[in-house]
């Protein structure tokens, strides 16, 4: 008889900036230790904002593996050993190999994978993460944040100065400019044009 390893699940918990994305990764790590289940919590390079998770309401947590854009993640996340869950933060900095690999651990090591990221840029354009994602997660899920109009934020607007921009490239470094989550109807008014 032909066994076949456990397979688990790629998840995809997008959202706009400020929808609560690291803070629901914290809490899903600290369910598992809670447990005394071992989570491996995975942060792109790319990302220099803080070398942790850091989310909004100041709740931090550790990072294990903080792979480049070249670095390949199997190997990385299986060192100490086969964890019970991967949690990634900022996914959409990951490049499409890397998404692949998480696929790859889900799939044939039997380990859930849940990454949490941005769905698009400040052009709501895709990040590369989140487009390879998007094309295979078993399980894709929108956290919900709100814009200043009340409606569901699904845009994120990029400032320079304290102005809406569409200049400047697909990820900014260390907050030489800001963001906020808005509805269509507000991103359309206040940024202008679509791509």
Do not use: W
């Not at 903080?66 to 100490?80: F, I, M, T």
């Not at 964890?83 to 490049?95: H, I, K, R």
């Not at 994978?113 to 998007?134: E, H, K, N, Q, W």
């Amino acid at each position: 008889m032909v066994s076949f390893p456990v397979v688990a699940k790629l998840y995809f918990r997008y959202g706009a900036m400020n929808s609560g994305k690291s803070t629901a990764l914290i809490q899903v790590a600290h369910n598992y230790q809670e447990r005394g289940q071992r989570v491996v919590v995975v942060k792109p390079k790319l990302d220099t904002k803080s070398p942790v998770v850091l989310s909004r309401i100041m709740v931090t947590r550790e990072v294990d593996v903080v792979p480049g854009e070249d670095d390949l993640l199997r190997d990385a996340v299986l060192a100490g050993g086969a964890p019970d869950c991967v949690l990634v933060d900022e996914a959409q900095f990951l490049t499409g190999p890397q998404v692949e690999d998480l696929f790859r651990l889900a799939v044939l090591d039997g380990i859930p994978v849940i990454a949490y990221g941005l769905r698009s840029d400040f052009r709501t354009r895709g990040f590369p993460g989140s487009l390879r994602l998007m094309e295979l997660a078993h399980s894709i899920e929108e956290l919900k944040t709100v814009c200043r109009c009340g409606r569901k934020a699904t845009f994120n607007a990029r400032t320079l100065d304290g102005e809406f921009t569409r200049d400047g490239s697909q990820v900014a470094i260390d907050g030489e400019v800001g963001y906020e989550s808005m509805c269509g109807n507000c991103y359309l008014r206040n940024v202008g044009t679509l791509g």
